[in-house]
């Protein structure tokens, strides 16, 4: 991932200029302490912002849209050209969604429903949930953790495959999961030494 330096470079900018939320249609979005609402069907170029949530409104088109210490959520029908990346906030997409690159987070939850992705989805510690008719081209992924942690034995990750999704790469976990599958899923390998499957709600 290359979030961290993403936003490395989008906190020096920030310093020297902060574009409000409500900033030309066709420009982009970036704060640093601030929550940015996008309207709906909006047509706009990269939202960024480094301490605050991200909402984009239904049917609108972006560039990517990228957070550190905020939460991202996109309405229906939201169609994001490259990539969805935050670091320490949950990821959610509604119905109808699609995204061009990837959808990744560190220490967040990623939740998907109807929701086509061309790249993979990924995270490090927060669950992974592609629900109902979702399609992944990519990989579902879970990371283990960068650098030194004082846990080494971390809890479990949860991830949901819901009905009719559809993933066209694998399952690939590189540290221990709780995988709960639905029968009507569709998934290429899954790969990991603690994979432990789960049933029920």
């Known amino acids: 991932m290359n979030i961290y330096f993403k936003f490395l470079t989008a906190v020096t900018l920030a310093v020297l200029m902060v574009l409000p939320a ?3 249609a066709s420009g982009s979005h970036s704060t640093v302490n601030k929550s940015i609402r996008i ?5 706009t170029g990269e939202v960024d912002s480094v301490n605050g949530s991200i909402r984009i409104g239904a049917g609108s088109f972006v560039e990517s849209v990228d957070s550190v210490n905020g ?3 996109l309405g229906n029908d939201v169609t994001v050209d490259k990539s969805v990346d935050a670091v320490n906030g949950a990821i959610t997409l509604a119905a109808g969604c699609e995204v061009g690159g990837n959808v990744e987070t560190v220490n967040g939850g990623i939740r998907m429903e109807n929701v086509r992705v061309v790249g993979d989805v990924e995270s490090y510690n927060g ?17 283990k953790s960068k650098g030194w942690t004082l846990n080494k034995r971390r809890k479990p990750v949860h991830v949901e495959i819901g009905q009719d999704a559809v ?11 709780k995988l ?5 899923a569709r998934v290429g390998e899954i790969i990991g030494d603690e994979v432990e499957m789960v049933s029920g709600s």
């Open 71 to 73: 939460s991202i959520k």
């Open 127 to 143: 669950q992974i949930r592609v629900l109902q008719g979702s399609e992944v081209f990519g990989n579902v992924v879970v990371r």
């Open 39 to 43: 309207d709906d069907n909006t047509t």
């Open 167 to 177: 993933i066209h790469g694998d399952l690939i976990f590189e540290h221990a999961v």
């Open 180 to 184: 709960k599958l639905d029968d009507s």
């Open 22 to 24: 409500g900033a030309g």
